[in-house]
């Protein structure tokens, strides 16, 4: 079975700029999370989907990402415009919660985007 | 609110050596997951184990072994007869039953020298 899928791997780009990221989950999961790891921290949740609808964006600096998961399969994930402090790794993550329960979170190999 | 503590930033040990790494959580909550994730210097987040607030029960899985104690709100991780491969940073994260949300500790770098 494939997992999660992210592009692009890696990203440098100057502040101010605009920037995308994408996730492909593991096929059949429900919920798709993206999270953010700051270099030397664990990873904190940003966004959370449940199929296309959003469960929880309390942490989502709304004022420059954006987030969207259409067709509840695919998301992406936009920062615009971009900020030296955004430099980090962004992790996708899926899991299955067919029925509500809690399960696993499957993560991505994540984008390292660094912000010059 | 929930809060998760690693309070080993890094630890060093030799090949073979035991090692155990620290968890400490807290909630409100009476029913919740913890977990156990490893990411190796490629970045990728590695599912180890999960644990429902429910079983107490300690698991061992190859030279992996994990310690549940609600007592002490605490869910340790001890690697027996470490390897090179183990080198990693291992996070403890724990989720509760309604939001999902999982809410990671700092990490635990541990590298294994041959």
């Known amino acids: 079975e494939a997992g999660v899928a992210q592009s692009p791997r890696y990203k440098i780009i100057e502040k101010r700029q605009s920037v995308a990221f994408w996730c492909n989950p593991i096929?059949?999961?429900?919920?798709l999370y993206w999270y953010q790891q700051i270099l030397g921290q664990g990873p904190k949740l940003l966004i959370q989907?449940?199929?296309?609808?959003?469960?929880?964006d309390s942490q989502l600096p709304k004022d420059r990402f954006s987030a969207e998961r259409l067709k509840g399969v695919d998301s992406t994930l936009k920062i615009q415009p971009a900020k030296l402090e955004d430099s980090a790794v962004y992790l996708c993550?899926?899991?299955?919660?067919?029925?509500?329960?809690?399960?696993?979170?499957?993560f991505g190999p994540g984008t390292r985007l660094t912000v010059l | 609110a929930q809060k998760v503590t690693q309070a080993q930033t890094e630890i060093s040990v030799v090949e073979k050596e035991d090692v155990t790494l620290d968890c400490v959580y807290e909630?409100?909550?009476?029913?919740?997951?913890l977990f156990w994730y490893k990411q190796p210097p490629s970045g990728e987040l590695v599912f180890l184990i999960r644990?429902?607030?429910?079983?107490?029960q300690n698991e061992i899985s190859g030279r992996y072994s994990w310690n549940f104690q609600k007592s002490t709100s605490s869910f340790n991780f001890t690697i027996t007869a470490s390897q090179v491969v183990d080198s990693a940073v291992y996070f403890c994260?724990?989720?509760?039953?309604?939001?999902?949300?999982?809410?990671f500790g700092t990490g635990t770098r541990l590298q294994v020298f041959p």
């Open positions: 993550a899926s899991s299955l919660n067919r029925d509500g329960s809690t399960d696993t979170q499957y």
């Open positions: 096929s059949g999961h429900a919920t």
């Open positions: 989907f449940q199929n296309n609808g959003v469960v929880d």
């Open positions: 909630t409100r909550d009476t029913t919740y997951y």
């Open positions: 644990r429902n607030s429910f079983d107490e």
């Open positions: 994260a724990l989720s509760e039953w309604i939001t999902d949300k999982l809410i």
